[in-house]
């Protein structure tokens, strides 16, 4: 299994520009998941689901959109990058029900310039 | 008060000690409370869940206390793997299964 595939792993933005951040699992995982991670902020929620057609807004999602169309796919849009959007992405994705843990993607690091 | 907390470190520890974290959670519904492991640029990988029991895994205990709301990680015979920051995680109640993350605790096991 190849997990949860996240691409590219590393991209420059100008500021203003769009693009969108791949992310794949091939586990049948229900959840999904987008964080950041910021050098002293931890990782912080940008959006969820609990399923194809289904998302949630976590605590940053100021410009950021998803979609799940798919179980497997669970792509995050940047609409406008700023420089405050610069840091480390990761997509998680995890079994439905309590105790089961998220497994990570290796991550895409993101500079606005 | 801030969700998940944790001390930041670095702990500085020898190879064979034993090393204990501690974490506090702001929201009495959590039902879902994990230690994950962090190295340096990498992803956090799951290191253990937390059952209100206790559990074990090799030289690995957590501990769960819900009355106080406190959650543990004792280390034993550290070993110079072990270095890497520790991130206490707890589920975000009523929020479907979005977890909240603690900002690590890092450890360096020295020869």
């Known amino acids: 299994n190849a997990g949860v595939t996240q691409t590219p792993k590393f991209q420059v933005l100008k500021t203003g520009q769009s693009m969108t951040l791949q992310c794949a699992q091939d586990m049948n995982h229900e959840y999904m998941s987008w964080y950041r991670q910021d050098p002293g902020m931890g990782l912080r929620l940008i959006h969820y689901s609990v399923g194809a057609g289904i998302t949630d807004q976590g605590e940053v999602p100021n410009g950021y959109n998803v979609s799940r169309s798919t179980t497997e796919d669970f792509p995050l849009r940047l609409l406008s990058a700023a420089p405050s959007q610069t840091s480390v992405y990761f997509c998680?994705?995890?079994?439905?029900?309590?105790?089961?843990?998220?497994?990570f993607g290796s991550g895409t690091r993101l500079t606005v310039v | 008060r801030k969700e998940v907390e944790q001390d930041p470190g670095p702990f500085n520890v020898p190879e064979g000690a034993t090393v204990a974290f501690n974490c506090t959670y702001s929201n009495s519904a959590s039902q879902s409370f994990f230690w994950y492991r962090q190295d340096c640029r990498k992803e956090p990988k799951l290191l253990m869940s937390v059952y209100s029991s206790g559990n074990e895994d090799g030289r690995f205990t957590a501990q769960l206390n819900r009355a106080s709301q406190y959650i543990s990680l004792l280390i034993r015979d550290s070993k110079l793997s072990d270095s890497a920051t520790y991130l206490c995680v707890v589920n975000k109640a009523n929020s479907g299964y979005a977890l909240n993350f603690g900002k690590g605790t890092s450890l360096l096991v020295t020869p």
């Open positions: 998680a994705s995890s079994r439905q029900g309590e105790n089961y843990g998220y497994t």
